[in-house]
Structure formats: C-alpha cells, structure tokens
C-alpha cells in the first residue's frame, strides 16, 4: 500500500502536456452564413435558368443588332453549330457532378479552357476568307463592343449564381465557365457580323473568349470557393 501512495504522488508532479493551451484565448466564434445554402435541385435550377436568361439576352441583342443576309449559308451555319455544340457539352461537363456527386477533375476544365478557343480558332480558319478588304478601326470597335455586350450578362450571371459552389479548382472552373460563356458571345456577334476577315474574327470576334476566361478565373478565386 504504501508502495501505491507513493506511486500516485509521483503522479501529482508530472507536468501537464497541455498547460500552455490553457493561457490561449478561445477561437473567433465563425459567423452563421447570411443565407441559407441552396440544396442541389435548387441550385440546378438556379443554373439552368441563368443559362437560359444568358441565351436570350445574345438572341436579343443579335436581333437588336440584325442578322447577316447570309446566316444560312454552310460556311456561316457550320461553326454557329459547332461553337454552339462545344460551349453547351463544354457547360454540361463543367456543372455537372460526377460519381459520388465529385465535380468534374482539374485535367477536364484545363482541357475546357484550351478548347474553347481551339474549336473557335479551327472553324475560323476553315470557313473564313483571309481578307475581306481593309477594314476600319470603326467596324473593329462596333464588333467590340457588341461581342463584350453579349458576354456581359452571362459573365455577371455565372459569378452570380455560381459563387461558393466550387469544392476545389476554384479559379480554373471560373476560366472553364467564362470561356465558355464568351464562346456563347462569340456565336452571336458571328450571327450579325458580315466581315469574313480571319484576323478580323480572331481578335475582335474571338475577344469574349479571353476575356470570359480571365474574368472568370478571377471571379472564381476570389468568390467562387464553397
């Protein structure tokens, strides 16, 4: 017994491991999020619906614009229907989740990213002409401006309602839905633009592409992480 007191007393001097966590001040309580999050089939909704209002916002302002005389023509129709297949596949993989609900992977959306630009840049130079006359720095400015118009408001909408949604890649799923969403701007000004000029669709009509991209990645690292 006495062999046992003094082996609890021992006990007693034995520093506490932990004592120095003792004098820490406890943690910042976190803040409750302002609003509730949106459940899947909500959040599908919510998608699907700024996709829809992004697709008629660039049908308004094409026909607002005016249509080329020539838009059915195969050298037009194909890559309007081309770009189009790719910017709406190119959003069915990036949104949509994966087994066991994962988003799509990093390679998917590095793959997204160099495709919108690649499939915009091949139809270009396979139905356009290399020169359509000497065009001004007026005609360059109004497509401009028309092609930046109609990737506005999908842009705003995709930061909108894509914020906090990305479990990871956050900038890379932003730049994946910007250029896919100028690529979208892009069918439209192609649907009212008459010019044929390769350099003049590469810079001017191509411009919603890089700039979707870039506006996107920065959306998405700054506000797009769930």
Same mark, same amino acid.
């Given at each position: ?20 966590? %003792?004098? $820490? ?11 509730? &999050? ?5 959040? +599908?909704?919510?998608? /699907?619906?700024?996709?829809? +209002? ?10 607002? !614009? *005016?249509? $080329? ?52 840049? !091949? +139809?270009?130079?396979?139905? &356009? *002409? ?8 007026? &005609?360059? #400015?109004?497509?401009?401006?028309? /092609?930046? *118009?109609?990737? %506005?408001?999908?842009?705003? #909408?995709? %930061?909108?309602?894509? $914020?906090?949604?990305?479990? &990871? ?21 192609? +649907? ?18 890089? !700039?979707?991209?870039?506006?996107? /990645? !920065?959306?998405?690292?700054?506000? *797009?992480? /769930?």
């Amino acid at each position: 017994m006495a062999d046992e007191r003094d082996l609890q007393e021992g006990l007693e001097d034995i520093p506490d491991p932990a004592a120095h966590l %003792a004098g $820490r001040p406890p943690p910042p309580l976190t803040a409750a999020p302002a609003e509730p &999050s949106l459940t899947r089939p909500a959040r +599908a909704r919510r998608v /699907a619906s700024a996709i829809l +209002a992004g697709l008629a916002w660039v049908l308004l302002l094409t026909w607002i !614009a *005016g249509f $080329r005389a020539d838009i059915g023509a195969p050298r037009v129709a194909i890559p309007l229907a081309l770009w189009a297949l790719l910017s709406g596949l190119g959003l069915l993989l990036a949104l949509t989740p994966r087994a066991r609900g994962l988003p799509a992977g990093v390679r998917a959306l590095q793959a997204l990213v160099a495709a919108a630009p690649v499939g915009f840049l !091949a +139809a270009a130079v396979a139905m &356009s *002409g290399l020169a359509d006359g000497p065009l001004s720095p007026r &005609s360059h #400015l109004k497509c401009s401006a028309i /092609a930046l *118009g109609m990737a %506005a408001l999908p842009l705003a #909408l995709a %930061a909108l309602v894509l $914020r906090r949604s990305f479990l &990871s890649a956050p900038a890379w799923r932003g730049a994946a839905i910007g250029a896919l969403c100028g690529l979208g701007a892009v069918i439209g000004v192609q +649907a009212h633009c008459p010019y044929d000029d390769l350099l003049h669709i590469t810079f001017v009509h191509g411009l919603p592409i890089a !700039a979707g991209a870039l506006l996107g /990645a !920065a959306a998405g690292a700054l506000r *797009g992480r /769930a």
